[in-house]
């Protein structure tokens, strides 16, 4: 056993931690919460590695807490606006994410939310529930039909390109998209899709779909402006990180039907939902299950152990931020 320290703040699906626990000293929150800060700054006090959550916020204090051993952070999920990655980098702390492994679930759950929103799923759910199917009707919960229609992707990185790639082959769905500039040749010559700015991709778009990175340029990217440029008809869809919208100003939106729907897994004060919102009929609200299946999160934790495995080997990470 190696004299290596590390801290997993939550106990995760699948194996991969027992390989950890093979050979490492690890300690594992294995309560139901999760750590809350102060718990967080004495837990990571002499470990080498901190394999931890998107929930743990990992400041400049909790790496003061943890020492000067502290070579490694493993997140456990592909976006880490959680961490102080400067402060990281400063003190020469690797940190790593899990891209990839995600990818799929967090395009399909997309099109769980789309289809959602299209064809009114939880409405008629509780509309049955509720005792109140009288039987068939031709007007019973009309929605819309993804074919043809334009899906309009704001950040087409590794989950963009297979949201498209599903709403084009899949449901033969128009794609336009905005990536800050980029252009994606390949993508658009396989799926004939195009990059727009982003207020033609809004104006035109019938379903939207967020992929970008918390950062400083991207909180609030949905504001009142952006959003007084959907079509009333057009639905929001976002699984990225919820500050990307502004949340009042959608409540505000759906209330008066400027939009025809939004469809949320992520939250700007999360895991608060915004007053207003668990009364809209026209919003469907997941809780950051996005890339909850069972191969998703233990190929999760495979990826963060591995990380931590190759640093504390002295080899190069798999997957480093920045
Ligand atoms: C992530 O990885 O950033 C998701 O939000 C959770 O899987």
Request: glycine share 6%.
């Amino acid at each position: 056993m190696s004299k290596f320290k590390i801290l997993v703040t939550k106990q995760l699906p699948g194996e991969a931690v027992k390989q950890l626990r093979s050979k490492y000293a690890v300690t594992i929150n294995k309560s139901a919460n999760t750590l809350q800060p102060n718990e967080l700054k004495k837990a990571v006090v002499g470990k080498d590695a901190i394999l931890c959550l998107l929930t743990d916020k990992i400041s400049k204090e909790i790496m003061d807490s943890a020492g000067k051993q502290l070579k490694v952070i493993a997140n456990y999920a592909v976006g880490y606006d959680n961490i102080d990655i400067q402060e990281a980098k400063e003190r020469n702390i690797i940190v790593t994410n899990t891209p990839n492994v995600l990818t799929q679930a967090v395009a399909e759950h997309t099109f769980a939310l789309i289809m959602s929103l299209a064809r009114r799923i939880p409405e008629s759910d509780e509309f049955l529930r509720k005792n109140k199917f009288k039987g068939w009707r031709p007007d019973l919960f009309l929605g819309s039909e993804l074919k043809d229609k334009t899906i309009g992707i704001i950040g087409m990185g590794r989950i963009g390109s297979i949201v498209a790639k599903i709403a084009s082959r899949g449901y033969q769905m128009k794609v336009v998209y905005f990536d800050n500039g980029k252009i994606h040749a390949e993508l658009d010559q396989s799926l004939g899709c195009s990059a727009v700015s982003l207020s033609d991709l809004l104006k035109n778009s019938d379903f939207i779909s967020i992929h970008v990175p918390l950062l400083p340029t991207t909180r609030h990217l949905i504001d009142k402006k952006q959003l007084k440029l959907i079509k009333k008809t057009a639905y929001i869809i976002n699984t990225s990180r919820g500050p990307i919208i502004n949340e009042v100003e959608l409540v505000k939106a759906l209330q008066s039907k400027r939009i025809a729907g939004a469809a949320l897994d992520v939250f700007e004060f999360e895991p608060r939902l915004s007053p207003g919102m668990s009364k809209l009929k026209n919003l469907v609200i997941t809780p950051h299950i996005a890339s909850a299946t069972i191969e998703t999160r233990a190929g999760m934790a495979q990826l963060a152990v591995d990380n931590i495995i190759a640093v504390l080997d002295g080899k190069n990470p798999i997957t480093q931020v920045l």
